[in-house]
Each structure stands twice: as C-alpha cells, then as structure tokens.
C-alpha cells in the first residue's frame, strides 16, 4: 500500500537542487525502506502532500519510472516495483550491508574455487604480477531464494589460501575477510558498466539475455592499504539499482 506522509522536512526550496529531485529523492527512500508500496498516490494527492502543482510531481514520478523504481501502467496508476534493493557503493559497505539495511536475507552460495594465474587484467587490478597465482571464487548472491547477481572474485596468495575454507563457513565476503585477519577494509575502485548477460549468466538470473545487466567492478584495500580483493558482480538490473553517495 501506499503511504501518505513522508520524510517532509528533507524537502527544502530554493537549495540549489530542482523542487521535483528533491520530491524524487524522498519516494526513492521511501520505496528502499519498504515504507512505500503498491499503488503511489496520484498526482492531486501526491501534488497536496508536498505543496507542489501537478507538473512538479509529474516530472518526480517520471524519473522514479525511468529509475525502474515505479511502473506506470496506462489507466490504472503508478505502481511501486517489488523487491528492488538498494546497493549503496560506500567506501566500507558492500552488498551484504545493503541486505541488512533493507531488511533482506541474503548470502553468498559458492559455485566453485580455484587458483590460477592472474591474467593481465586481473593482476593489475591486484598491483601483482601476471600469471602470479591467485584465488578465484565464484558466487550467486541469494537474497529470499533469487538470484540477484552472479559473482567472481579474485584474492592475492598465499594470504589468503584460507579464505575459500572460511567463505564457506562463514557465508558473507566480509566475515571470511575478518576471519583471514582483514579487520578494516575500504573501496578503492568502482567502476560501474551496463552489458548484455550471456546464455548462462542470463540463466542463473531468470532473465533474457537480451536485458542488460548492471555490472560493478569493485577493489578493495586493507586498513594498510594492501589490495585485498578485485570483483566482478553482475547484477539483476531489474531487481537491484547502484546508489552512489558523495
């Protein structure tokens, strides 16, 4: 259902940031937080709740659609897209946190792992030389039984020759790190790309392969600023959506 009151006192004139973003910003919180759900009010009740004309909400409802947040469906109303989780790309956060913000259950299911040398493009992410060998492990991250992203992570050895062991155990990256003796850790790099899955990755989704994915490319240093890790996570791009905060 939808919900009449909001996080109002956020919404502030004449502070640099056009009235309709502003609007925009408080549904979006709203719709991560699970606070707001079903059918968003409509343009008269949405235009009395913010002090606004119809053409200000109208212009925050089309960029929540074009966010893939809401679906406008014709002569029926604005509908609030199920499950949408908010990954926030923090300098200390990773997935897992955004799952315990949302409220969400989720954990890493191990497909399998391996050492083998590092190609070109994975030794330089790590700050190693090519073909020094490293540990690959590949992942679906599962939150509620779906499949939200198909993941590859690459580790520098021999430090960590027990983090597969650990992972298992232990199921979140974070808590294997911990467990390796990463006690802090910060992002690095995020680069951030949009492609078309393959057969197989397209599978593991429940999705075509003509969809695109969200892919993050993420590295991650230690509190000695060592690279610990480089990650490939191809996400649902229907099912999760980057927040990147200044």
């Known amino acids: ?31 991560y937080s699970g ?5 968003l009010d409509n343009e008269t009740s949405l235009s009395e709740r913010f002090g606004v004309n119809r053409h200000t909400v109208r212009q925050a409802v089309k960029a929540l659609a074009e966010r893939g947040l809401i679906e406008v469906v014709q002569g029926k109303g604005s509908f609030v897209r199920e499950e949408v989780i908010a990954y926030e790309l923090g300098e200390r956060t990773r997935l897992a946190h955004s799952l315990a913000k949302a409220r ?7 497909l399998n792992d391996h ?31 779906k499949v939200l992203g198909v993941c590859t992570q690459y580790f520098p050895l021999p430090r ?29 790099l995020s680069r951030i790309s949009a492609q078309l899955p393959d057969k197989h990755v397209a599978r593991q989704l429940q999705q075509s392969s003509s969809s695109p994915v969200l892919c993050v490319e ?11 890790e480089y990650g490939i996570s191809l996400l649902s791009s229907s099912s999760v959506q980057v927040v990147i905060e200044p």
């Open 104 to 110: 969400k259950i989720g954990h890493s299911r191990i």
């Open 160 to 188: 960590f020759a027990d983090f597969a062991r650990h992972y298992q155990e232990l199921g979140k990256t974070h808590l294997a790190l911990q467990a390796c003796g990463v006690q802090e850790f910060t992002r690095k």
């Open 1 to 31: 259902m939808s919900i009449q009151q909001s996080n109002t006192s956020a919404f502030k004139r004449g502070q640099g940031t056009p009235v309709w973003r502003q609007i925009e910003a408080i549904l979006a919180q709203d719709i």
């Open 115 to 145: 050492v083998l040398p590092a190609t070109a493009s994975v030794a330089q992410m790590l700050g190693i030389d090519e073909h020094t060998e490293v540990l690959q492990i590949d992942t679906l991250d599962v939150v509620e039984n």
């Open 218 to 228: 993420s590295v991650y240093q230690d509190q000695d600023k060592h690279i610990i």
């Open 35 to 39: 606070k707001l759900s079903g059918k």
